[in-house]
């Protein structure tokens, strides 16, 4: 499957923002989906996944009631809802998906849990 993040931009402190991720070659239905970011200078790290069947979701402590992950299978999409951002969530942000065999509720939240990956976009929110 190919991943393509996209929906960045620049937004101010308070405001929102809705990133997509566009797969190709293989329906998201059969993947779990997560969301991962990188801010300048730091490691990568996870803010979201969402499990294959799309009943469960889990969030990082910093993004928890602000962002939302979802997934619209008919249009081979997985979304990022970002509401009251912070400078400090500037970052590229990250689409991955997790093909592993395992249970339809089970959410990955390390970055080797998932097989493959968009481009990542950039989200910038000024002060």
């Known amino acids: 499957v190919q991943l393509q993040a996209f929906g960045g931009g620049v937004v101010q402190a308070g405001g929102s923002l809705r990133l997509s991720c566009a797969a190709s070659g293989r329906t998201i239905a059969s993947y779990g989906m997560g969301w991962f970011r990188q801010a300048p200078g730091k490691e990568r790290e996870f803010v979201c996944g969402?499990?294959?069947?799309?009943?469960?979701?889990y969030y990082a402590d910093s993004v928890k009631g602000r962002f939302t992950i979802s997934r619209d299978n008919a249009k081979n999409t997985v979304y990022l809802q970002m509401n009251s951002l912070k400078p400090e969530d500037t970052a590229v942000y990250y689409c991955?998906?997790?093909?592993?065999?395992?249970?339809?509720?089970?959410?990955?939240?390390?970055?080797?849990?998932?097989?493959?990956w968009g481009q990542g976009t950039l989200v910038t929110v000024s002060s």
């Open positions: 991955a998906a997790d093909e592993r065999v395992v249970g339809m509720s089970v959410v990955a939240s390390r970055a080797y849990e998932y097989h493959y």
């Open positions: 969402l499990s294959k069947s799309g009943s469960r979701t």
